[in-house]
């Protein structure tokens, strides 16, 4: 019988280290990096659970690449949202910033 609990346990710390991991790594070789952010992206459709958010603004969601920002990607505030632009793909993706702001 599957231990659910221990499997996501699992699964979390797995992403946890290759987000880790693709931050080290990103300076040196930009592909292992985007192959890190693939590995955790499948671990957690498998076990389905969410990506956490602080690792979901690392990755774009429509090409998959790692982001860091003025590196490969932009970053702005406008309208009470953050939005980040990908230098890869050329799309934008925007989040929003009043939860942060109120936050401060």
Avoid: W
């Avoid at 659910?4 to 992403?15: F, H, L, M, T, V």
């Avoid at 992206?41 to 969601?61: G, V």
């Avoid at 793909?89 to 401060?104: A, G």
């Amino acid at each position: 019988m599957r231990n659910k609990s221990k499997e996501n346990r699992i699964a979390r710390e797995r992403i946890d280290i290759l987000f880790g991991e693709a931050d080290k790594v990103f300076n040196k070789d930009k592909g292992l990096a985007n192959r890190y952010v693939t590995l955790a992206r499948k671990i957690a459709m498998k076990s389905n659970i969410n990506i956490p958010r602080q690792y979901k603004r690392r990755f774009c969601k429509h090409c998959y690449k790692y982001l860091r920002a003025g590196v490969n990607c932009r970053v702005r505030t406008r309208d009470n949202k953050v939005v980040y632009y990908c230098f890869n793909c050329k799309r934008h993706m925007r989040f929003p910033f009043l939860k942060e702001k109120t936050k401060i």
